[in-house]
């Protein structure tokens, strides 16, 4: 029978529910009976026992609030009653770095279909990139991609194009609003299957953003950053650069960039710049010819067997709610250790959703200066966000309170889920590349898109995105698997939901067990075999960090 309720850790003094409970209500746990003082909605908390204003809160075993006013046992706990709270940290000289490594036999020996590049890395796909090193180039990619895209067969679907049609049909024959409105549209119109002229190659990326100029320095240096990790990136085969020439973001510091992440550095590279052309056209017309040249030559790579450890997973979460924590977060928490145990690589970003668990990653660092760098980006980042009116404290949304995630440290500690238990063998800061095997924790917004577009151009090839609210998230050369944290919003969003993980609140699936069936699924869709829903949709999210102005 499916629980209804649920403590996380055995030090919590709330309980979740796991379904929605009523006022007065009696429910067990654990040989302790709870009589309800307030209605629950599920994924909402309830206290275990009577609190007063200043006691702690504590849920996974943290601090992550104090109560504002008495709240009797039984009693919800919200914004209203209970503010954020953590606890500081500091650095010991005690490494915490041992782990029970996850039993890995079922994937030993088990390969990937994918692009070997010369610098030893493995690609999940292959994509040529069109980039503009600033936004005054963002019409000439409009320009190419409009050129390009659809007759080398990487058109999208059609069916929003017929029904609009339809609509047309029906206004030119004089039916009204109402009737447009209310007019049966079909939807069901055929895929756009033109054929690929280029089979190894998965389509031609368009990088659009509104940086390189206008900014600081800084924020040239980092953008310059960011596209050198896309260009460098194994599902990368090469890409073409438009350069305006004037801008701050100069094609010598990509250059520079490129070489930090790859000194031997060998893809094909066109950078065309307008200003010494001198004519758009001519500037239009030599970026159709080479691009056309590097899909000829990215058609010649083709997918091959590779070790799991080339795999590189960012993990995410977006739309989070009260079940993530306890579902989909720990289930590729489980998945990441299963991948650490067999060699590769994952990246936790999101330091705005790692408030009041720093102790715990902090003391999993496998050296004291690892700890340190942890540290200071932490205390750094938080300090810029007070200094413009906000904090760590303001991360969550509207939609994450709605849902049970009432402070950032609830929300910080359920996040963190996502990095399983192995040591800590990195800590970078954005934009720089994963450089080891392991757990890297990555100093990224809490922002889905800028999260994940720091994460692949770091190296990961492929992303795990939980969410509980459902998100259409995507990125334009990494696919990013959309993992659900109930069921419910599986059956409601299907189309942009990849894997279900509801299962685990069901009682049907144990997060061991999610974990292990999600790596599954990632190797297929590593090799080529799956398709997902960002993919299938062009869900192509694309959004640079601007230091200090997003949580």
């Known amino acids: 029978m499916k629980k209804k309720v649920l403590k996380v850790h055995a030090d919590d003094n709330v309980v979740v529910a796991l379904t929605n409970l009523s006022k007065g209500e009696t429910v067990s746990l654990d040989g302790q009976e709870y009589t309800l003082t307030d209605d629950i909605a599920a994924k909402h908390k309830f206290v275990a026992a009577d609190l007063q204003a200043g006691d702690s809160i504590i849920m996974y075993g943290v601090l992550v609030g104090k109560a504002q006013s008495p709240i009797k046992k039984g009693g919800l706990i919200s914004t209203g009653n209970v503010k954020h709270a953590a606890n500081d940290f500091e650095i010991s000289a005690q490494r915490n770095t041992d782990w029970k490594k996850p039993d890995v036999s079922k994937f030993a020996g088990r390969t990937f279909m994918g692009y070997h590049r010369p610098n030893g890395e493995v690609g999940t ?10 936004f005054c180039e963002n019409r000439n990619l409009d320009v190419l991609q409009e050129s390009l895209v659809r007759d080398l067969g990487y058109g999208r679907n059609k069916k929003y194009k017929y029904q609009a049609q339809q609509l047309i049909e029906l206004y030119k024959t004089g039916k009204s609003v109402e009737d447009i409105l209310n007019a049966d549209i079909r939807t069901n119109a055929d895929e756009d299957n033109a054929q690929r002229l280029f089979p190894n190659v998965d389509g031609i990326k368009f990088l659009n953003h509104e940086g390189g100029c206008g900014g600081t320095r800084q924020d040239a ?15 990368c085969a090469g890409a073409t650069v438009l350069s305006l020439g004037c801008q701050n973001a100069q094609v010598s510091i990509l250059e520079e960039e490129i070489k930090k992440r790859d000194a031997n550095f060998s893809k094909p590279l066109y ?21 056309f040249a590097g899909l000829i030559l990215a058609n010649q790579t083709k997918r091959e067997p590779a070790p799991l450890s080339k795999l590189t997973i960012g993990l995410e979460c977006g739309g989070s709610d009260g079940f ?3 579902s989909a977060n720990p289930a590729i928490g489980y998945t990441s250790d299963l991948l650490v145990g067999l060699g590769g690589s994952v990246i936790l970003s999101e330091f705005p959703e790692l408030c009041g668990v720093e102790q715990g990653l902090s003391d999993r660092c496998v050296q004291v200066d690892i700890a340190k760098r942890f540290s200071t980006l932490m205390k750094t980042y938080n300090a810029r966000a007070v200094a413009v009116g906000s904090g760590f404290d303001m991360n969550p949304s509207p939609g994450n309170i709605k849902d049970g995630l009432i402070t950032d440290a609830i929300k ?8 399983g238990t192995s040591p800590v063998t990195d800590v970078l800061d954005y934009p720089e590349k994963v450089r080891k095997q392991g757990l890297n924790l990555l100093c990224t917004p809490g922002n889905d898109v800028e999260s994940t577009t720091a994460e692949v151009a770091s190296g990961a090839n492929i992303v795990l995105f939980t969410t509980g609210l459902g998100t259409p998230t995507g990125n334009p050369i990494a696919p990013v698997v959309k993992l659900s944290s109930n069921t419910v919003l599986y059956n409601k969003m299907r189309d942009i939901i990849d894997i279900n993980t509801g ?16 790596l599954d699924y990632v190797i297929k869709v590593a090799s080529g075999e799956q398709e997902i829903s960002a993919v299938r949709h062009g869900q192509d999210d694309f959004i640079p960090w601007k230091r200090g102005v997003s949580l």
Request: charge should be negative; hydrophobic fraction near 45%; charged fraction near 20%.
């Open 221 to 235: 240096q980092a953008l310059c950053g960011l596209l050198a990790g896309y260009i460098t990136h194994p599902n």
């Open 125 to 134: 796909a292959n994509f040529w990139l069109v980039i503009p090193m600033v």
């Open 271 to 291: 950078i065309l710049e307008q200003q010494k052309i001198g004519l758009e056209s001519d500037l239009l017309a030599a970026a159709i010819k080479h691009t």
């Open 503 to 518: 299962t685990i609140i069901e009682g049907e699936e144990t997060i061991e067990q999610a974990g292990e069936r999600i």
């Open 324 to 326: 993530s924590g306890i």
């Open 412 to 419: 910080s500690a359920g996040a963190a889920k996502k990095g």
